[in-house]
C-alpha cells in the first residue's frame, strides 16, 4: 500500500471526514483501476475538495489558503502578472502570490506536481515557496486578479521578464512575417531562453525526444521519457514560430521552407558534455511540428553487461560475437534498442587488431576506432552498395543498420560465408522468425544454414522506480495465469525520484536463439517459424514471453509492462 495515499487517509480518519470501512473501499478501487485517493474520495463523495486539499497541506506540509481568509490575493506591486503569464497561471492552476528576494510564494492546485514545481521555478529563476488552495478557488483568484491588471499590461510589454511574457508585437498573420523578421524574432533573446530551456529540461528529465507541435489554438509541447509521451506545460501558441525558426537556424534548414519536410541536426553542450540532436521538421495544416531526437552519446552505457540480459543469454550473446565469422541478427519493432545493443557487442570486440566498418541510417552515435558510413540512396549509396565496397576495405566485422532487401540480405550472407562477422537487424516479432523471414525475401536455406550463428530479439520495458515501487501479492488467478509462484510482485507507484511516474529508466528482455547443428538441420528443411521456436525452447531458450515474466518475478519491472511488451509473442 502506498505510504503517501495510506498516511493521507490516515489524516481524513483522524479529522473525522471519512472512516476506515470508507479508506479502505477507496484503495480496492485505486488498487483495480488507479488513480489518485484524493481524486476517487471525491467521485464517491466521501469528502469535499477543501476536505482533502487541507489533508493534503497537512501531509505534504504545505500551508492552505483561501479566498475567505484573504490568503488567496497576490501582491499587487510586484508586477507578478509579469513573471507568470495568464496563460500559465490558468492551464496550470497556480497563482503567484507574492515574492522575497529569490523565494516566490504561489497557490497551487496540485502541489503534488513536482514537474510543475520545477518547470515554474526555471522560468522564473525563483524557488517556489508552495502553498495549496482548491481548485475553484485558485481560478476564481486567476480571473480577480489578472483581469485588474490587463490594463497595465502595455505599461509593460517591453519588459519581458520570462519567456512567457514574449508577446507578438506585429499585426500581422504569423504566414505573413518576412523572412528577416523570422529571423530577427527567433534571434530575440524570450526565444533563444525559451528554445534552450526546453532542449535543457528534456536533457535533464532523461527524455529521448522532444515533440513541439501546433494546434488550432494552442501548440502541444511533450517529451518522450523511457519510450512514453509527456505532455509538458506550452509556451504561448504565438510563440510557436519564433520557436521552430529558431531551431531551425540552429539546425541550418531553410527557414523559408515550410512546404516540405526537413531533417538536420546540431550539437549542444550541456554541464561540459556534448549532446547530439536530430532535427525533423514536417509540415502540417495548422504549421510545422518538430521532433528532436536526442542522442547522448557521452552518457549512453554501451556496455552488453547493462543491457538487461540474463547470465545463460549474455553468455551466448558474447561467445557469437567472438566468432571468427558469422551472421549475428538483433531483431524487434523500431524503438525496440536494437542498434544499442549492436553498439554495445561492437564496443565490447573493438580492438586495434580489428577492422570494423559499419553501414547505417542513420548513424546515431559516432564510436572512436569504428569507421561509420551514413547511407546517401540519393547519390547511389545503399546498404548493399556500401557492402559492396566494405569487402574491398580489408573488413574483419561489418555492421548493417537494417536488412530490407534480398540484395542486402545476400551480400551479409556471402560475407559471413567468406569469413567476416556481419552483424544486423531485422523487423521480425521473434528470433526464430528470422531466419523464415530471410527465406521469404529469398535468400537460399542451404546458403543460410552455414552462415547464420546467433538470433536475438528483444523489447525494451520500463524499470519499476527502486526509491518508490511497491510490493503487492497477485490474484489466485494472476499467479495461475503467469505462473508467478508465491512472491509477491512489484507495480509502479511514483515519487519525487521518478517525477511520480513509479518507473526510472528501461531494460532489455531478450530471446536469444544460438542456432546449433540441429536448427541448422531445420532451416535446411525449410520448417516454419513455430517449430523453430518449438525446437529452440526445448533447446533451453527462454522467450521473450518468459524473459519479461522473469523481469516481473525479479522486482525489475510491473506485470503491466511485460504483458506489453511482449503482446502477441507468447
Same mark, same amino acid.
Given at each position: 500500500?502506498?505510504?503517501?495515499? +495510506?498516511?493521507?487517509?490516515?489524516?481524513?480518519?483522524?479529522?473525522?471526514?471519512?472512516?476506515?470501512?470508507?479508506?479502505?473501499?477507496?484503495?480496492?478501487?485505486?488498487?483495480?483501476?488507479?488513480?489518485?485517493?484524493?481524486?476517487?474520495?471525491?467521485?464517491?463523495?466521501?469528502?469535499?475538495?477543501?476536505?482533502?486539499?487541507?489533508?493534503?497541506?497537512?501531509?505534504? !506540509?504545505?500551508? $492552505?489558503?483561501?479566498?475567505?481568509?484573504?490568503?488567496?490575493?497576490?501582491?499587487?506591486?510586484?508586477?507578478?502578472?509579469?513573471?507568470? /503569464?495568464?496563460?500559465?497561471?490558468?492551464?496550470?492552476?497556480?497563482?503567484?502570490?507574492?515574492?522575497?528576494?529569490?523565494?516566490?510564494?504561489?497557490?497551487?492546485? *496540485?502541489?503534488?506536481?513536482?514537474?510543475?514545481?520545477?518547470?515554474?521555478?526555471?522560468?522564473?529563476? #525563483?524557488?517556489?515557496?508552495?502553498?495549496?488552495?482548491?481548485?475553484?478557488?485558485?481560478?476564481?483568484?486567476?480571473?480577480?486578479?489578472?483581469?485588474?491588471?490587463?490594463?497595465?499590461?502595455?505599461?509593460?510589454?517591453?519588459?519581458?521578464?520570462?519567456?512567457?511574457?514574449?508577446?507578438?508585437?506585429?499585426?500581422?498573420?504569423?504566414?505573413?512575417?518576412?523572412? *528577416?523578421?523570422?529571423? %530577427?524574432?527567433?534571434?530575440?533573446?524570450?526565444?533563444?531562453?525559451?528554445?534552450?530551456?526546453?532542449?535543457?529540461?528534456?536533457?535533464?528529465?532523461?527524455?529521448?525526444?522532444?515533440?513541439?507541435?501546433?494546434?488550432?489554438?494552442?501548440?502541444?509541447?511533450? $517529451?518522450?521519457?523511457?519510450?512514453?509521451?509527456?505532455?509538458?506545460?506550452?509556451?504561448?501558441?504565438?510563440?510557436?514560430?519564433?520557436?521552430? /525558426?529558431?531551431?531551425?537556424?540552429? %539546425?541550418?534548414?531553410?527557414?523559408?521552407?515550410?512546404?516540405?519536410?526537413?531533417?538536420?541536426?546540431?550539437?549542444?553542450?550541456?554541464?561540459?558534455?556534448?549532446?547530439? +540532436?536530430?532535427?525533423?521538421?514536417?509540415?502540417?495544416?495548422?504549421?510545422?511540428?518538430?521532433?528532436?531526437?536526442? +542522442?547522448?552519446?557521452?552518457?549512453?552505457?554501451?556496455?552488453?553487461?547493462?543491457?538487461?540480459? $540474463?547470465?545463460?543469454?549474455?553468455?551466448?550473446?558474447?561467445?557469437?560475437?567472438?566468432?571468427?565469422?558469422?551472421?549475428?541478427?538483433?531483431?524487434?519493432?523500431?524503438?525496440?534498442?536494437?542498434?544499442?545493443?549492436?553498439?554495445?557487442?561492437?564496443?565490447?570486440?573493438?580492438?586495434?587488431?580489428?577492422?570494423?566498418?559499419?553501414?547505417?541510417?542513420?548513424?546515431?552515435?559516432?564510436?572512436?576506432?569504428?569507421?561509420?558510413?551514413?547511407?546517401?540512396?540519393?547519390?547511389?549509396?545503399?546498404?548493399?552498395?556500401?557492402?559492396?565496397?566494405? @569487402?574491398?576495405?580489408?573488413?574483419?566485422?561489418?555492421?548493417?543498420?537494417?536488412?530490407?532487401?534480398?540484395?542486402?540480405?545476400?551480400? #551479409?550472407?556471402?560475407? &559471413? @560465408?567468406?569469413?567476416?562477422?556481419?552483424?544486423?537487424?531485422?523487423?521480425?516479432?521473434?528470433?526464430?522468425?528470422?531466419?523464415?523471414?530471410?527465406?521469404?525475401?529469398?535468400?537460399?536455406?542451404?546458403?543460410?544454414?552455414? /552462415?547464420?550463428?546467433?538470433?536475438?530479439?528483444?523489447?525494451?520495458?520500463?524499470?519499476?522506480?527502486?526509491?518508490?515501487?511497491?510490493?503487492?501479492?497477485?490474484?489466485?488467478?494472476?499467479?495461475?495465469?503467469? !505462473?508467478?509462484?508465491?512472491?509477491?510482485?512489484?507495480?509502479?507507484?511514483?515519487? *519525487?525520484?521518478?517525477?511520480?511516474?513509479? $518507473?526510472?529508466?528501461?531494460?532489455?528482455?531478450?530471446?536469444?536463439?544460438?542456432?546449433? *547443428?540441429?536448427?541448422?538441420?531445420?532451416?535446411? &528443411?525449410?520448417?516454419?517459424?513455430?517449430?523453430?521456436?518449438?525446437? %529452440?525452447?526445448?533447446?533451453?531458450?527462454?522467450?521473450?514471453?518468459?524473459?519479461?515474466?522473469?523481469?516481473?518475478?525479479?522486482?525489475?519491472? /510491473?506485470?503491466?509492462?511485460?504483458?506489453?511488451?511482449?503482446?502477441?509473442?507468447?
Amino acid at each position: 500500500m502506498a505510504r503517501a495515499y +495510506l498516511k493521507l487517509g490516515e489524516i481524513l480518519i483522524k479529522e473525522g471526514i471519512i472512516t476506515q470501512g470508507q479508506l479502505d473501499e477507496v484503495i480496492k478501487i485505486q488498487a483495480k483501476e488507479g488513480g489518485r485517493l484524493g481524486e476517487i474520495l471525491l467521485k464517491l463523495g466521501f469528502a469535499t475538495e477543501e476536505d482533502v486539499v487541507i489533508a493534503l497541506g497537512k501531509q505534504l !506540509n504545505i500551508p $492552505y489558503v483561501s479566498m475567505g481568509a484573504g490568503l488567496l490575493k497576490p501582491s499587487a506591486d510586484q508586477n507578478l502578472d509579469i513573471l507568470v /503569464s495568464k496563460e500559465f497561471a490558468i492551464k496550470n492552476l497556480i497563482l503567484p502570490l507574492s515574492k522575497n528576494m529569490n523565494s516566490l510564494t504561489c497557490a497551487i492546485a *496540485d502541489p503534488l506536481d513536482i514537474i510543475l514545481i520545477d518547470n515554474l521555478r526555471k522560468m522564473t529563476n #525563483c524557488e517556489i515557496n508552495p502553498v495549496v488552495a482548491t481548485k475553484p478557488e485558485v481560478l476564481k483568484a486567476i480571473d480577480d486578479f489578472y483581469g485588474k491588471r490587463d490594463i497595465l499590461k502595455a505599461a509593460v510589454k517591453d519588459s519581458y521578464k520570462t519567456v512567457d511574457d514574449f508577446e507578438p508585437t506585429l499585426e500581422v498573420e504569423a504566414e505573413e512575417l518576412s523572412i *528577416d523578421r523570422l529571423i %530577427a524574432r527567433a534571434e530575440e533573446a524570450p526565444v533563444v531562453k525559451l528554445v534552450d530551456l526546453i532542449i535543457k529540461q528534456a536533457i535533464d528529465e532523461r527524455a529521448s525526444d522532444i515533440h513541439i507541435e501546433p494546434f488550432k489554438e494552442k501548440m502541444s509541447l511533450r $517529451y518522450r521519457i523511457d519510450g512514453v509521451l509527456h505532455e509538458i506545460p506550452p509556451p504561448a501558441k504565438h510563440l510557436h514560430l519564433p520557436i521552430i /525558426s529558431r531551431i531551425k537556424i540552429l %539546425a541550418k534548414l531553410d527557414i523559408a521552407e515550410k512546404r516540405l519536410p526537413q531533417d538536420g541536426g546540431l550539437t549542444v553542450k550541456i554541464e561540459g558534455r556534448n549532446i547530439d +540532436l536530430r532535427i525533423s521538421v514536417m509540415p502540417t495544416i495548422y504549421g510545422e511540428k518538430i521532433v528532436m531526437r536526442i +542522442l547522448d552519446k557521452e552518457g549512453m552505457t554501451l556496455d552488453l553487461a547493462h543491457m538487461g540480459f $540474463y547470465s545463460q543469454q549474455l553468455e551466448g550473446f558474447r561467445k557469437a560475437i567472438r566468432m571468427p565469422y558469422g551472421l549475428i541478427f538483433m531483431t524487434g519493432p523500431t524503438g525496440s534498442g536494437k542498434s544499442t545493443s549492436l553498439y554495445a557487442a561492437l564496443n565490447e570486440i573493438k580492438t586495434p587488431t580489428k577492422n570494423i566498418v559499419t553501414v547505417e541510417d542513420p548513424v546515431e552515435y559516432h564510436m572512436e576506432g569504428i569507421n561509420q558510413v551514413q547511407v546517401k540512396p540519393e547519390i547511389g549509396l545503399t546498404f548493399a552498395s556500401a557492402l559492396r565496397f566494405f @569487402l574491398r576495405q580489408d573488413p574483419d566485422i561489418m555492421m548493417v543498420g537494417e536488412v530490407r532487401d534480398l540484395e542486402t540480405a545476400q551480400i #551479409c550472407v556471402r560475407s &559471413a @560465408l567468406t569469413g567476416h562477422l556481419v552483424l544486423s537487424t531485422l523487423h521480425t516479432n521473434d528470433a526464430p522468425s528470422a531466419i523464415t523471414r530471410l527465406i521469404d525475401l529469398g535468400v537460399e536455406p542451404y546458403l543460410l544454414m552455414p /552462415s547464420i550463428v546467433l538470433i536475438v530479439a528483444q523489447r525494451l520495458v520500463r524499470r519499476l522506480c527502486s526509491e518508490c515501487k511497491e510490493a503487492f501479492e497477485p490474484s489466485p488467478e494472476e499467479r495461475e495465469r503467469f !505462473n508467478l509462484g508465491q512472491d509477491l510482485i512489484y507495480r509502479a507507484k511514483g515519487c *519525487d525520484k521518478c517525477n511520480h511516474i513509479g $518507473y526510472r529508466g528501461r531494460t532489455c528482455i531478450g530471446e536469444v536463439l544460438f542456432v546449433d *547443428d540441429e536448427i541448422r538441420s531445420h532451416i535446411v &528443411a525449410n520448417v516454419n517459424a513455430q517449430q523453430l521456436k518449438k525446437i %529452440a525452447c526445448a533447446h533451453g531458450m527462454a522467450t521473450l514471453y518468459e524473459s519479461g515474466l522473469k523481469k516481473v518475478q525479479d522486482g525489475t519491472t /510491473s506485470l503491466e509492462e511485460a504483458l506489453s511488451a511482449t503482446i502477441g509473442v507468447e
